[in-house]
């Protein structure tokens, strides 16, 4: 049986995909935007990760973009990418690189999208850097994840990539990646996949989510978790401390404007914790997601609204 948030998460996703909602949030709603997005521009993204790293947080960083109509589009991308690793390296703060394939051109060409990744792992690797590949829709899984297996294959081993706990095929995934080295970030998954592929109930998916962080734990191999989820967070306490398992084996992964006094909290417990910190003007797809998530975050963008 369906639950009121999963309703309100379909209902928002679909709401969110209709063009004149998409032109009127992005005319009007850009102010209510910057909850989540920390800053227009690379230098104001560098300076909130430096803030996040005073309280013990570390970062990683994305601009905005996915689903690009022009392959020269990803050649702006990738070498804002560049940019941004050198930032990085020069501001001298705790930050890895996210970004997603499709930015990347990996719907219009495959191959110059894997050259374009190759570019920024291969700078990153230069600057003791790494690169999360995150994961999209479902169309997009089984290429992603041929794609870091074959920047692996080159030596770019500096590269990992995202699994989504709400698929059928992720469990499986899971294991091809811990057996090919392929470092994981382990999230939920916030985008509308068909009953045939994906879980719908929420307890479901969260029962897949905890059998998918005790496998990587079990293996000991480093592991991050990305979640809000306090059933997740206090599962993954609970289960790393009944097993022995150090606290410098896993991360917790929270976003940027959400939970954030959460996340300076179990960093003063001693847990590693890296914020995900997004900017850029291409905010639109992410900002629906991030509202999708929950009532709670559009209760707060409404508020915001009213002040």
Known sequence: MITMNELYRKTLLTIAGNR????????????????????????GALAEVQKLNEIGIMATLDHLGEGIKELDQATVYRDEYLRLIEGISKAKVKSNVSLKPTQMGLALDPEACYQNIRAVAREAKYHRNFVRIDMEDSPYTEATLRMVKRLHQAGLTNVGTVVQAYLFRTEQDVLDCIQNHISLRLVKGAYKEDASIAYQNAKDVRHQFERIIQLHLDQDVYTAIASHDDRIIQFT?????EHGISKEKFEFQMLYGLRMQEQERLAAEGYRVRCYVPYGTMWYPYYTRRLAEKPGNLMLVLKNMVR
Do not use: P
């Not at 004149?20 to 690379?42: D, M």
């Not at 306490?237 to 401390?241: D, F, H, L, S």
């Open 20 to 43: 004149r909602v998409e032109r009127l949030t992005i005319k009007y709603g850009q102010s209510l935007a910057r909850r989540f997005i920390a800053s227009e521009h690379l230098n």
């Open 237 to 241: 306490k609970r289960y790393a401390e």
